[in-house]
């Protein structure tokens, strides 16, 4: 499966697509209540075929119009999606995993729909996308392979339109192997650490803009609630998070294909992020460790390299990667380097840390020598 992402001109016809987003809102939080009253009612999970055969009873009442604003079948993907959402919650119960069931949400805020098999038709030749009978013109940047199977319309905090169109087409590309492996510790100053001397320094795009953010909030707090200087504050805001969205995104794509060209095998450690996110705040955000493996991930599907996950618990830094040798005395991450006693070996916590993790991946790590 490939996914294609297109942006919408903007133009008057949009205001429809926005209004059908609402609509796929007004149905997904009255999904939601018929869910909570269920189950306050029975004690039982509401069974998804119910709910859908509810759905198409209320078309034919005035107060539910809204329904027939953007297509059965995106109507009843609303309701498989809130089914998966709480799938997933009694899944995390039965897992002792804490969590929340799904919520409402404000209309304004919703943002997409998925058309399946009927409402939409695609113009290749003229980019042109027809959606419930209104023709929209995109942006393609590329073309289109593979028999399309989902159409999602989506918008952003900016109020722009985006359309996702799955196919079928496979995302593989055949490269030349190198047979290098190589393995990478995440930091916060130096972003990856990587066993063979190769590292990337951390880019801190929202910091880089966070005086231009902090600016553009104080001038909106300072706005009149519901006012069109508000409005336009809130977009400039929204443009410069953006902004640094984009930038982010845009260096973990280009870095993961560059390391899926360059290694055959890369091996990374499995990191808790929500404690990491507890000590060090905001730059673990801003670094979004855990976006940038799962797009290596991907990258790496794509290219047939293997991406080895060590456990977060493997002590990485602690243990000389020449004799294998436990340090305990370094759990303070204030000491960056230091000798080991038995063989004499002088490292850098993260380099050797690395080193570790390409070992641990490979499943090469030497024994520890017993005294």
Request: hydrophobic share 35%; charged share 30%.
């Amino acid at each position: 499966m490939k996914t294609f992402c297109y942006k919408l001109y903007k133009s008057e016809h949009n205001v429809k697509l926005h209004r059908q987003i609402n609509a796929a809102g007004l149905t997904y939080n009255h999904c939601i209540a018929l869910h909570k009253r269920y189950y306050k009612l029975f004690g039982k999970f509401l069974n998804q075929n119910k709910l859908k055969k509810h759905l198409t009873r209320l078309k034919k009442l005035s107060k539910f119009g809204y329904l027939l604003e953007y297509g059965s079948q995106a109507v009843q993907d609303v309701a498989e999606r809130i089914n998966k959402a709480f799938e997933l919650f009694f899944g995390n119960l039965k897992r002792k995993v804490r969590c929340s069931p799904p919520k409402f949400k404000r209309v304004k805020k919703y943002k997409s729909f998925t058309l399946k098999q009927t409402g939409w038709k695609l113009d290749e030749d003229n980019h042109i996308l027809t959606v419930n009978g209104q023709s929209y013109r995109f942006f393609q940047s590329r073309r289109i392979s593979g028999k399309v199977k989902t159409v999602t319309i989506k918008r952003d905090s900016l109020g722009d339109i985006y359309v996702y169109i799955v196919t079928d087409a496979k995302n593989f590309e055949v490269e030349t192997r190198t047979g290098k492996s190589v393995g990478f510790d995440f930091g916060l100053k130096t972003f990856l650490t990587a066993s063979d001397g190769n590292d990337v320094t951390s880019p801190l795009f929202f910091a880089n803009n966070s005086k231009l953010i902090a600016q553009a909030s104080r001038e909106l707090s300072h706005k009149r609630k519901a006012s069109n200087n508000r409005r336009r504050a809130r977009l400039k805001l929204a443009r410069l998070h953006k902004k640094a969205t984009n930038q982010r995104h845009d260096f973990h794509f280009k870095l993961a294909r560059r390391l899926c060209l360059e290694y055959d095998t890369i091996c990374i450690e499995d990191l808790n992020v929500k404690a990491m996110q507890r000590l060090y705040g905001r730059k673990i955000g801003d670094l979004a460790f855990s976006d940038f493996v799962k797009t290596l991930k991907y990258e790496a599907s794509k290219f047939g390299t293997l991406v080895a996950e060590v456990g977060r618990f493997f002590a990485s830094s602690q243990l000389c990667s020449h004799c294998g040798e436990k340090n305990l005395q370094v759990k303070d991450l204030k000491i960056r380097q230091w000798i080991y006693p038995k063989c004499g070996a002088k490292y850098d916590r993260d380099r050797n840390a690395a080193i570790n993790i390409l070992q641990e991946g490979l499943g090469q790590r030497p024994l520890q020598e017993t005294s």
